[in-house]
């Protein structure tokens, strides 16, 4: 069982920057392939980034390429999303997710092959 709980949302200008956290409950955290999703007003869930559990491979969706960097610390127990040059459609609660497939070298990019969730933080990015 994996426990998740996202942190450093907020309100920041377009332009702007801002780093979420996702801290992660359980022994086996460092095996577990993480993922970040957003679930905007309105819209579905989308897949944002995904990391290996080595860290060595990462995953983005062609909106956020470029602008968005997903790592982690496995001795923290904690995934990041370090967002940049942030834009009005980025606007959205992030959430966080952990896949069971422990050592899996491929992490997901699609939501259902997530096994647990935390409940998410708001981003909103003013024009």
């Known amino acids: 069982q994996v426990q998740l709980v996202e942190s450093g949302g907020g309100l920041v200008p377009a332009g702007g920057s801002l780093r979420l956290s996702c801290a992660a409950s359980?022994?086996?955290?460092?095996?577990?392939?993480m993922g970040w999703f957003r679930q905007a007003p309105g819209k579905e869930r989308e897949f944002v980034a995904s990391i290996s559990w080595r860290g060595s491979t990462t995953y983005y969706a062609d909106s956020v390429k470029g602008r968005f960097t997903i790592s982690r610390d496995n001795v923290k127990n904690t995934v990041y999303l370090q967002m940049s040059s942030l834009k009005p459609e980025d606007t959205a609660v992030y959430s966080c997710?952990?896949?069971?497939?422990?050592?899996?070298?491929?992490?997901?990019?699609?939501?259902?092959?997530?096994?647990?969730w935390g409940q998410g933080t708001q981003v909103t990015v003013s024009s």
């Open positions: 359980g022994r086996a955290f460092s095996r577990h392939p």
């Open positions: 997710a952990a896949d069971r497939k422990l050592g899996a070298d491929r992490p997901p990019t699609r939501s259902d092959e997530y096994d647990y």
